[in-house]
């Protein structure tokens, strides 16, 4: 197996070229002992399997852009782009399981709408962006994968007024491994509050999956990182729980499920899934506007998303939960999900 992962950072147990690594595999942290080598580009585990930390632009395979597919290393753009200089920019992220993609179309109607609500009509249609996506994986022969189409405004103008600029598009997909243990899920990750807030859906397009909005999402993540933990919980402009910075959140208060309302934050995919099977099993789904020393009188804490499925929160900040018997009930349905052969 071969997967790209970022060290987040190592503990103190370091023994002759034996280290223990917590890793996180986009939002999913997990924690590899692994033997190094070298410079840290490529390394083992303990099991033998084969990692890599490539860079994603000096890989070999397949994108698929403007409607062809080319050559992983000429997929380029231009320095003066308006996607970059302005964050005119919308993006997807899915995962493929057993060779299908989970959600696919839900998928390709939000990047269309989230570019819409950046003001730009994406040229391609939903049915063309899921042909172009099954195109991306059968060119790099992906199973259990993940895809990021990508659209942004090109270089026909370089001022704040684009208005007869060309939206391109481009998907990515790359290997994903398609199972971690729901054992070592369950131990459950740890947040710190975020100093950035979610803003007002009157000061940004807060329904749009935008690259610019991920500024305060990475700022967030970079600072928790920082001090040690996996991620930030994000509060909105009103001082109430909103999500983490590229996931969804749960609360489970005496047997009820509670999450916040999405009125200014994403409406995940994984999180309507989510609801959809808690409801089915029968548990009562709260949506409401959720502060944060609620987190006082909570028992356990998940987040949903594509990258990080159903998972469990042990900390945010002061609080602490036990990853329990609605959390785990949950992550096996959703793995049972999206996992089950079509
Ligand atoms: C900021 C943010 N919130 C929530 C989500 C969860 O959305 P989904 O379940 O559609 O992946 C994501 C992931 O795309 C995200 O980036």
């Given at each position: 197996m071969t997967g790209e992962i970022e060290i987040i950072y190592q503990n103190n147990l370091q023994t002759e070229n034996i280290f223990t690594f917590y890793c996180s595999l986009f939002d999913r942290v997990i924690k590899w002992t692994v033997t190094v080598d070298g410079d840290l580009r490529h390394y083992t585990t303990l099991d033998g399997k084969a990692m890599t930390m490539l860079p994603f632009d000096d890989r070999d395979g397949f994108i698929w852009h403007d409607g062809e597919i080319i050559s992983w290393r000429d997929a380029k753009l231009h320095v003066l782009s308006h996607g970059l200089h302005y964050g005119s920019s919308v993006f997807e992220g899915e995962r493929a399981y057993n060779g299908k993609i989970f959600k696919m179309r839900e998928h390709h109607e939000r990047l269309i709408r989230s570019g819409e609500l950046l003001g730009f009509k994406n040229p391609y249609s939903v049915a063309e962006i899921d042909e172009a996506c099954k195109m991306v994986m059968e060119a790099n022969n992906i199973v259990d994968g993940y895809l990021r189409p990508v659209a942004w405004r090109g270089s026909e103008m370089m001022a704040v007024?684009?208005?007869?600029s060309k939206i391109h598009v481009a998907i990515a997909a790359w290997e994903w491994p398609s199972y971690f243990s729901p054992e070592a899920r369950l131990e459950g990750i740890r947040l710190d509050f975020a100093e950035w807030r979610r803003p007002d859906p009157a000061t940004a397009p807060v329904n749009s999956k935008a690259a610019g909005l991920y500024m305060i999402a990475t700022l967030s993540k970079h600072a928790a990182e920082e001090k040690g933990y996996n991620d930030a919980l994000m509060l909105d402009y009103r001082g109430q729980i909103a999500e983490a910075t590229g996931a969804n959140v749960f609360l489970i208060q005496d047997g009820k499920i509670h999450t916040p309302t999405p009125d200014c934050f994403l409406d995940g995919i994984t999180r309507r899934t989510v609801i959809g099977l808690a409801k089915e099993k029968g548990y009562d789904v709260i949506e409401r506007a959720i502060m944060p020393e609620e987190l006082a009188h909570t028992q356990e804490v998940f987040l949903t998303g594509t990258a990080v499925e159903v998972t469990p929160v042990r900390e945010i900040g002061e609080y602490k939960f036990t990853p329990g018997e609605i959390t785990k009930d949950l992550l096996l349905a959703y793995d049972e999900l999206v996992r089950k052969p079509s």
């Open positions: 007024s684009a208005q007869r």
